[in-house]
């Protein structure tokens, strides 16, 4: 990692660079425009790194056209036209990449599926989109392809990333990426300007990609997204973020996330900034403290991990070593509340957070990886505002955003010469952003907005009203000063047996900073008190009973152990202490089985689904109020 970065702020005081450097970057009017001027402009600076067997190895940028223009003459060779879809089913690597890229070069369309989908959910995906050639991660991804095969007839080829395991393969349907790179060779060289034509002739107003819902509310959504509203978004994204060459970023979200692929693929496309890929999900945590990114995007739920590794950690530290953090922490906090605030901070103050961070608060950015860290920024679903000031009293401005799959990404983001915990700060300079007098939902235009549902008119049409007006689904607030703030999805909201309007998503960020809880979600609806169902953190929890020898022989025995019931029961105490009596959760039960990515309960991006969760513990639901 030697490249070198953008100078990290000293304190939060000295925020001034932070501020984003509008304009055009890399000009062109579609994505493959916008890449190959991109490759001419930057050809041997590194573009991408990926850890292979412990070696971080580079891609420049010229590196990274070669092997799209192979795989895309791969594709021209198989016969794949413009407008054709390509599904990637992959997690986050540098060969998702290289495949969207390369399918958009060819003016195709390009979908993401999430690796942990089932057989039937990628059988559903590839036949919405009228999927043709499907990319596969490996053996484990290829399976599911090939179980669900025979009912996609338009289906002409499976491409696999890595062979390992698979080299006995016999089957004309199923081709490894290096064949098709070497097809695409074959076929660049007996047409040597068919590729550049396609790129020609692909147009802003083209669909680009698909982007499918997580379907928390039954199938998912493919929504479209021209050429037009991509670039017009990551050039809006250079009026939000200040980023560049000298940028580090960790790509390790999933691609099919619009997260991912805006902020992370095709902003550093535009920008230049490194992309630095994890191993995989697992090692992230440690990836993270190797890459110690200038620019770190995540959601949520890792910031509260991080968070909670700190406090774990921080039980185990001698009592000088909590002194000196409780004293240091302090210090930041002090700090943090003065610039919130807008009040200048003192040469004094300025000189304790030196030795603040000599003393504790160094070795805490360390121990997450964002020691080089300029701005974090967190979007995706709702955060704790006290999450937002620790990492502030660290030192490190974090950047909430809001945005939706919808709306290409980000529409509102603080910024950071007004940071303002709990708010997701005023609308873009791309875009315009407003309540709906009667409902108070946050409604979104602007040419970042989607082009529809694929397949879906009438759902297109209750989502964008005939003024061109994006109905979120979430309902908010707006300050005089312009700043939103989200109080709950439309849907969600709770009302009470009593009549007492409940946002939910409020109770469940204040749970969710508790180290052992991962999740929640809170129930109430038409019923006389709150109760909530919790997802515990399996790392702290167990440690927690190690510790305290609590004795349990798997997950479930812990999540019924009366010494873990009784450490929820405080942090729930916790929370309720900051409500008032008729918002206070009475009861609750644990969920007793360890959740992944792969069970239904879960978001690909790991939140419970709400309604989901209530249907399928509905009879223990009802328990807590018999």
């Not at 399918?103 to 989908?117: F, K, Q």
């Not at 709906?436 to 409604?443: K, N, R, Y």
């Not at 009596?581 to 689904?609: C, G, N, W």
Request: charged share 25%.
């Amino acid at each position: 990692m030697t490249t070198p970065a953008l100078r990290a702020p000293a304190g939060l005081w000295d925020l001034a660079h932070l501020q984003p450097s509008p304009g055009i970057v890399v000009p062109g009017d579609t994505i493959p425009a916008v890449f190959w001027k991109a490759v001419e402009l930057r050809a041997d600076k590194v573009w991408m790194r990926q850890k292979e067997f412990g070696i971080w190895r580079a891609w420049t940028w010229r590196q990274t056209a070669e092997a799209v223009r192979e795989i895309a003459g791969g594709l021209l060779a198989l016969g794949f036209g413009p407008g054709e879809c390509a599904s990637i089913l992959a997690n986050t690597v540098i060969e998702w990449v290289l495949c969207d890229v390369a399918v958009l070069s060819c003016g195709g369309v390009s979908n993401g599926i999430y690796p942990t989908d089932a057989a039937s959910q990628v059988h559903y995906l590839c036949e919405d989109s009228r999927t043709t050639v499907l990319f596969v991660e490996d053996d484990e991804q290829l399976d599911k392809a090939l179980e669900v095969r025979a009912q996609l007839p338009m289906l002409r080829k499976i491409v696999v990333f890595d062979m390992e395991g698979l080299r006995d393969l016999d089957d004309p349907g199923v081709v490894s990426l290096d064949a098709l790179r070497a097809l695409g060779r074959d076929h660049l060289q007996a047409h040597p300007q068919a590729l550049d034509q396609r790129i020609a002739d692909c147009r802003p107003e083209d669909l680009a990609i698909l982007v499918y819902t997580s379907g928390t509310t039954g199938k998912p959504k493919g929504a479209m997204h021209s050429h037009r509203g991509l670039v017009y978004t990551m050039r809006g994204y250079n009026t939000l973020l200040a980023q560049g060459e000298g940028d580090e970023r960790m790509c390790f979200l999933p691609l099919c996330h619009i997260a991912e692929r805006m902020g992370g693929e095709y902003f550093a496309m535009y920008t230049g900034s490194i992309l630095n890929f994890v191993e995989n999900p697992e090692t992230v945590p440690e990836n993270v403290r190797e890459i110690s990114p200038t620019v770190f995007t995540a959601v949520p739920r890792v910031w509260e991990k991080f968070y909670s590794g700190v406090m774990i950690a921080l039980k185990e530290a001698s009592r000088l070593q909590q002194a000196a953090y409780g004293w240091s922490i302090g210090v930041g906090r002090q700090i943090a509340e003065r610039v919130l605030q807008g009040q200048p901070v003192s040469a004094w103050l300025r000189f304790k957070f030196r030795l603040a961070r000599w003393l504790a608060l160094d070795n805490v950015r360390k121990l997450i990886g964002i020691h080089r860290a300029r701005f974090l920024v967190t979007g995706a679903a709702p955060i704790s505002p006290e999450l937002v000031r620790w990492y502030l009293a660290l030192g490190v401005p974090m950047l909430e955003v809001w945005g939706m799959t919808e709306s290409c990404g980000a529409s509102t983001g603080v910024p950071p010469s007004r940071i303002m915990p709990g708010s997701i700060g005023p609308a873009t300079s791309y875009n315009e952003v407003r309540l709906d007098p009667q409902t108070g939902e946050i409604l979104v235009r602007g040419p970042n907005v989607f082009m529809g549902y694929l397949n879906l008119p009438e759902k297109t049409a209750e989502t964008i009203d005939a003024d061109g007006w994006l109905h979120t689904g979430d309902v908010g607030t707006v300050d005089a000063g312009g700043y939103f703030r989200i109080t709950d999805r439309m849907k969600d909201i709770i009302i009470t047996a009593g009549g007492k309007n409940i946002t939910p998503s409020e109770l469940e960020n204040e749970l969710k900073f508790s180290p052992y809880i991962t999740d929640a979600v809170v129930i109430g609806d038409k019923k006389p008190y709150l109760t909530v169902i919790v997802m515990i953190d399996q790392e702290n929890v167990e440690k927690f009973a190690q510790d305290h020898d609590v004795p349990f022989s798997n997950y479930e025995s812990l999540t019924r152990a009366q010494e873990v019931l009784d450490l929820i029961q405080g942090e729930i105490d916790r929370v309720n202490a900051r409500f008032a009596r008729v918002e206070q959760i009475k009861k609750f039960f644990l969920l007793e089985t360890q959740l992944s990515a792969e069970d239904e309960e879960l978001t690909p991006t790991m939140k419970l689904k709400r309604k989901l969760v209530q249907a399928k513990y509905a009879e223990r639901i009802d328990a807590m109020y018999r």
